[in-house]
């Protein structure tokens, strides 16, 4: 994690986690062009409106990367959030 972000956790306490994860992406205009939205047509506001909603079920259902990059994200963290990498963790035990 970078400092930058650590910082900004630190005074902004309502960020949702999808914040971590649009960033992993490389930011709402980088995901917004990924995703197929229109980067002058209000794309890169809708994603960045997730920033504090949360990236809709429709499309992390309709781009199963999304939902790849959060279990990354996660088992990096704390590999007990997810659940395969909990039970081979204990197996392993």
Request: aromatic share 8%; proline share 6%.
């Amino acid at each position: 994690m970078t400092f930058d972000f650590c910082l900004n956790m630190v005074f902004n306490f309502a960020m949702h986690p999808d914040t971590q994860l649009i960033g992993r992406f490389g930011g709402a205009t980088k995901l917004a062009a990924r995703l197929g939205f229109p980067i002058k047509g209000g794309g890169v506001q809708r994603v960045q409106n997730w920033k504090g909603r949360g990236i809709p079920a429709s499309v992390e259902r309709d781009n199963p990367w999304i939902t790849d990059e959060r279990r990354a994200m996660l088992s990096a963290n704390r590999p007990e959030a997810v659940p395969e990498l909990a039970l081979a963790t204990t197996q392993e035990a």
